[in-house]
């Protein structure tokens, strides 16, 4: 069993962190953090009971207990912002983008795909390749459903 992180909350804490799980509507991963610090405190839970009865990992066990250990009770609380990928797209290739899926689709297609607007957007501009989750979340942040019947773009309708 891994001592090396011992939590030792004060009464102070304890008792923000009992009220925060009693709270109603809570962020879970923070309702979670929460319950694995009251759990650990003063070591009156192992390692494996926690993980059970929180519905976590052990891994995420030990790096919060090592979070509030060596940063404190609020960093162990909130979690640091997720770094994510960058985005393939510039905003030049958005634009295009949107003004391939505002015009016509092309000869002998209907409406036009989230497959041909990549295969488009790829003969347009200087990406190699992007997904359709790509093309779907640009065009879903600029609330565009080029594959309707009906499509708004600008003041053409189609």
């Known amino acids: 069993m891994n001592r090396k992180?011992?939590?030792?909350l004060s009464a102070e804490e304890k008792c923000e962190l009992v009220n925060y799980c009693k709270k109603g509507m809570v962020n879970v991963r923070k309702y979670k953090?929460?319950?694995?610090?009251?759990?650990?405190?003063?070591?009156?839970?192992?390692?494996d009971q926690i993980c059970e009865a929180v519905q976590v990992s052990s891994s995420t066990v030990f790096r919060v207990k090592r979070q509030f250990v060596e940063d404190g009770l609020?960093?162990?609380?909130?979690?640091g912002a997720r770094s994510g990928a960058m985005r393939k797209t510039s905003a030049k290739d958005e634009v295009t983008l949107i003004a391939t899926a505002c015009s016509e689709p092309p000869t002998g297609h209907c409406r036009w795909t989230?497959?041909?607007l990549g295969e488009r957007l790829i003969t347009l501009t200087d990406l190699d390749?992007?997904?359709?989750?790509?093309?779907?979340?640009?065009?879903?942040?600029?609330a565009l459903k080029p594959w309707q019947k009906n499509v708004v773009c600008g003041d053409n309708r189609r």
């Open 74 to 79: 609020e960093a162990a609380l909130n979690e």
């Open 33 to 47: 953090r929460a319950a694995i610090l009251l759990k650990a405190d003063r070591c009156r839970y192992t390692t």
């Open 5 to 8: 992180y011992i939590v030792e």
């Open 129 to 142: 390749s992007i997904s359709y989750e790509t093309v779907r979340r640009r065009l879903k942040e600029n």
């Open 114 to 116: 989230l497959a041909l």
